[in-house]
């Protein structure tokens, strides 16, 4: 039965958004890509979804604060596997201009596996589709169903 399910949500990944205390510039970015159709990722075979529980790939913007840090913990860890992170913009990446600030615990690779980084500040939603795409097929070798 899980082959089945494999096979036929190969074409469909679910997309879920995690900030993680950002300043809202990725995340305006990031829905760049819900809603204009020159950069929407539906093109690509991947929808946004409301619920970490049906996601396959999360994409997390921010430095990760001291205070949303068991939250974002707790999320990610609802995502069923397997699934692929993507860290969008260099909050994620390094802390960015908030890397020294007292409440920043990031970047989000001490706390979380990162596959796929997508630099910026905020990163082009061309960039934001680029690294969609390749964690699309990272998580497609996740399930086995391409080789390499």
Known sequence: MSD???KLSVRSPWLFRINAGSCNGCDVELATTAC????????FGCRYCGSPRHADIVLITG???ARVKDKV??????????????AVGICPIS???FREGYSI????????????NVPGCPPRPQAILEGVVLAKQIWMKKLGLVEG
């Open 36 to 43: 204009i159709p020159r950069y929407d990722v539906e093109r």
């Open 73 to 86: 913990l707790k999320v990610w860890d609802e995502i069923p596997n397997p699934k692929v992170t993507v």
């Open 105 to 116: 615990v990031g970047p989000i690779d001490r706390y979380i596996p990162v596959d796929v």
């Open 4 to 6: 089945i399910l494999n």
């Open 63 to 65: 430095p990760l604060t």
């Open 95 to 97: 802390g960015g201009v």
